[in-house]
């Protein structure tokens, strides 16, 4: 059964931090581009963060930059999202999805599968 499933989520304060985890089955792993995504509440889905398919490459969205880290291991099918320094504007529900081109892996439309997501809350 093709599944991923998101865990990390959570409450945190401004400036403090989560890990988020995401384990993928039913694919072959290191053949795919893994992307995290976030859809904060009357908004759309944005493209966060994305890793090609053994690691070496990554992309961030502006407004995560320098705060937020991806990273994967392959042998534990799982990818991650480290965020630092969080904002009340990075809440939202956060989304991995796995991807077939690290070229497209931020995009919507390059999603071939998504997970059900975990919400992060940021209080100020």
């Known amino acids: 059964q093709q599944q991923l499933v998101e865990s990390g989520g959570g409450l945190v304060q401004s400036g403090g931090s989560l890990r988020l985890s995401c384990t993928v089955s039913g694919f072959s792993f290191n053949n795919y581009a893994m992307g995290w995504f976030r859809q904060a509440p009357g908004k759309e889905r944005e493209g966060v963060s994305c890793i090609s398919s053994l690691g070496g490459r990554t992309d961030y969205a502006d407004s995560v930059k320098g705060r937020f880290t991806i990273s994967r291991d392959n042998a534990k099918n799982t990818a991650y999202l480290q965020m630092n320094s969080l904002k009340p504007e990075d809440t939202g529900v956060y989304y991995c999805?796995?991807?077939?081109?690290?070229?497209?892996?931020?995009?919507?439309?390059?999603?071939?599968?998504w997970g059900k997501g975990t919400p992060v809350t940021v209080s100020s």
């Open positions: 999805a796995i991807s077939g081109a690290f070229s497209r892996c931020m995009s919507t439309g390059g999603v071939n599968r």
